[in-house]
């Protein structure tokens, strides 16, 4: 079966996720538990968290010194010395050398592997908030579907005793067999009809299976909230909670930071490096030149020349520099495509909400009005049947877009909350 984990307990297990989520703005317990279980199985969701988490770790190793080298030296005897005499000077010599980047290379490195490690944690955080608008889609589109399923059973049914009232007059003589044949052919189309919402219905199961982490599923009772209050969205507010909220903005902002600090160490790579080194000689006893006996110190300072600079460190450089321009503008990119996609997110709520109100309000009733008279009208022989057939299709359509148009609007208002990274009690 398909796992429904926890209900409302559980949701406070991934705390800054589930807070920051919005799942419950209508308390809806079993959309609480489907987004907390997709935040603790996602394996996408995962893997963006572990490569932050990998990440991290680069962050300190990046801002310490290169490993010094140790080296083992041996000697032997040389045949003919610059004195004119042979000499035996077999020794072993021990050493150890530092490399010192020119000061500020270290420290540029180190602020961009930080900011890059910051980048991955915006990663994992936006996707988080595109993992939990994706389960609220899902899921309303499963009520969605749910509730056009229920309304169409409901049609099915008073066709069939429509269809019984028209067979019972026909049988009398009072009817046509044209009648009891439109109401079988208005069956026969809400039957077809039926079958691809238990089409679609199944395909929505799959969704929040692999959302969630599930391989198998079961029934999930989704439902649409009662009479909800769809409050107005401003668009000025939201682009402005956009700027700031939004972990994929911030993500781009920190590559803009990466590559600063990529171009101030390709412009510090002009400057040469510190080498500094110690060697220790173990020397054995010279009988011919005692002097040459005694074990020697020795200490070496040097430095990196940067000869090919015009080769290697301006071509470095100009690279970081471009890089530089191109996270800048990606930046800018972003930024106005996540205006964009929050702009058509807020104008699609807007349209559903108002669809949904128009239906709620007046179509419907209105709707449900019209075939109440036309059934009446029909049994005292003032109206076609055809007319009572036509009425029930329009109450059958009208309760169909009542119900999409609601769901819609949520789900625009999941992509909002995504968008903004809005955080809802």
């Known amino acids: 079966m398909f796992k429904i984990v926890g209900l409302i307990a559980i949701i406070g297990l991934v705390q800054t996720a589930a807070t ?6 209508y ?37 310490i010194l290169p490993d010094p080298m140790f080296s083992v030296g041996l000697s032997g005897p040389i045949q003919d010395s610059w004195v004119g005499e042979p000499m035996a000077m077999p020794n072993v010599t021990l050493g150890i050398t530092q490399k010192i980047p020119f000061p500020g290379k270290l420290g540029s490195m180190k602020n961009a592997a930080r900011y890059m490690a910051e980048g991955s944690r915006r990663m994992a955080d936006n996707r988080r908030f595109y993992l939990i608008a994706d389960v609220k889609s899902a899921y309303y589109d499963l009520a969605y579907w749910q509730s056009a399923l229920k309304t169409v059973e409901e049609n099915i049914r008073y066709i069939d005793d429509l269809e019984q009232v028209v067979r019972e007059k026909y049988i009398v003589g009072k009817g046509l067999q044209t009648n009891v044949l439109n109401a079988q052919k208005t069956r026969t189309q809400l039957e077809d009809h039926k079958l691809m919402i238990e089409q679609m219905l199944e395909t929505t199961e799959q969704m929040l299976a692999r959302l ?89 300072i040097g ?48 349209r559903n909400r108002s669809r949904y109100e128009l239906y709620s309000e007046s179509l419907v009733p209105q709707t449900e009005g019209v075939l109440e008279s036309a059934r009446a009208s029909y049994e005292v022989g003032a109206l076609e049947f055809l007319d009572v057939i036509m009425a029930q299709m329009d109450l059958f359509n009208a309760q169909l877009e009542k119900q999409r148009s609601l769901a819609d609007a949520l789900k625009a208002l999941a992509e909002i909350e995504m968008l903004t990274a809005k955080v809802e009690n």
């Open 20 to 25: 920051a989520s919005g799942q419950n703005l």
């Open 27 to 63: 308390n809806d317990p079993v959309l609480g538990s489907l987004i907390t279980a997709a935040l603790e199985n996602n394996p996408g969701l995962k893997a963006a968290e572990k490569t932050a988490e990998a990440m991290d770790y680069q962050v300190t190793p990046t801002g």
């Open 212 to 300: 969630t982490g599930e391989t198998v599923y079961a029934d999930i009772r989704a439902t649409l909230p009662e009479s909800p209050l769809l409050p107005k969205q401003d668009l000025s507010s939201l682009i402005m909670l956009m700027k700031g909220n939004n972990p994929g903005l911030k993500k781009a902002e920190t590559q803009v930071l990466t590559q600063q600090q990529m171009t101030k160490k390709a412009k510090l790579d002009f400057l040469p490096d510190l080498s500094v080194g110690a060697v220790y000689g173990i020397r054995h006893e010279n009988e011919m030149f005692p002097m040459f006996s005694a074990d020697m110190f020795t200490f070496k």
């Open 303 to 350: 430095f990196s020349l940067p000869i090919w600079a015009g080769w290697k460190q301006k071509n470095r450089l100009s690279s970081a520099r471009a890089g530089l321009k191109a996270a800048e503008y990606e930046y800018n990119d972003t930024r106005d495509r996540l205006q964009f996609m929050l702009s058509k997110s807020a104008l699609a709520y807007e």
